[in-house]
Structures are given as structure tokens and as C-alpha cells.
């Protein structure tokens, strides 16, 4: 059973940093593309990055480029997101998907066959 398990959110101040992780289990990592999306009241959800099964290809989307990093540990069979410079618009509900391929999509929902259930960063001024 695949499963995505998501962490590392909080509250945290404008201008701090952190890193989401998302635990994978139930499929071969290396072997499937991820993604992060994010989700804030109000909004649909929209794409922040996504990286290929090997990690290699990493894509951003073009409101998501320069204060956000994607990278995966495929040994510890782990997607991480780092965000630095938070700002208040950053607070959201942030999720990990898994891409049915090897590729990824940092706008198609539809590329991914299985989310985790979120992790809240709350981002006060």
C-alpha cells in the first residue's frame, strides 16, 4: 500500500525557514516522480515544485522560484521541502503527491495517484 506521510510544518515568524518532509512507504522510490503542492484558505491548490524519481530534474513553479528547494533522499525514502524567507502568503496546507511515472508535474493534480494528508505552515508577520 503506498502511503505519503507528511511533517515539519508550524507556525513560525516572516523571514524564518523550514523543511517539510514527506515519508514515503509501499513503492520502489527511486522509480516515481514527486511534488509538492500547497493549499491556502480561501484558494484552489496550487503547485510549488516537483522533482523526478531519480532526483535529478527538479521543476519550480514560476511564482515558487527562489525561495524554495526540492530534493529527495532516496535511501531514507524521503521528499523534503525547504522554504526560506517565509512570508504570511506562504501560510497554507502543504502536500506531497506521488506522480503515477517517473516524471512530475508542478500543475497537473492529475499526474499524482496518491497524496499524503498535509502538514499546516502558519507564517505570522
Known amino acids: 500500500q503506498v502511503q505519503l506521510v507528511e511533517s515539519g510544518g508550524g507556525s513560525v515568524q516572516a523571514g524564518g525557514s523550514l523543511t517539510l518532509s514527506c515519508a514515503s512507504s509501499g513503492y520502489i522510490f527511486a522509480d516515481y516522480g514527486n511534488g509538492w503542492f500547497r493549499q491556502a484558505p480561501g484558494k484552489e491548490r496550487e503547485g510549488v515544485a516537483c522533482i523526478w524519481g531519480g532526483g535529478i530534474s527538479k521543476f519550480y513553479a514560476d511564482s515558487m522560484k527562489g525561495r524554495f528547494t526540492i530534493y529527495k533522499d532516496i535511501a531514507k525514502n524521503t521528499l523534503y521541502l525547504r522554504i526560506d524567507n517565509l512570508k504570511p502568503e506562504d501560510t497554507a496546507m502543504y502536500y506531497c503527491?506521488?506522480?503515477?511515472?517517473?516524471?512530475?508535474?508542478?500543475?497537473?493534480?492529475?499526474?499524482?495517484?496518491?497524496w499524503g494528508q498535509g502538514t499546516q505552515v502558519t507564517v505570522s508577520s
Open positions: 503527491g506521488r506522480s503515477s511515472s517517473g516524471y512530475c508535474s508542478t500543475s497537473k493534480e492529475s499526474a499524482y495517484d496518491t
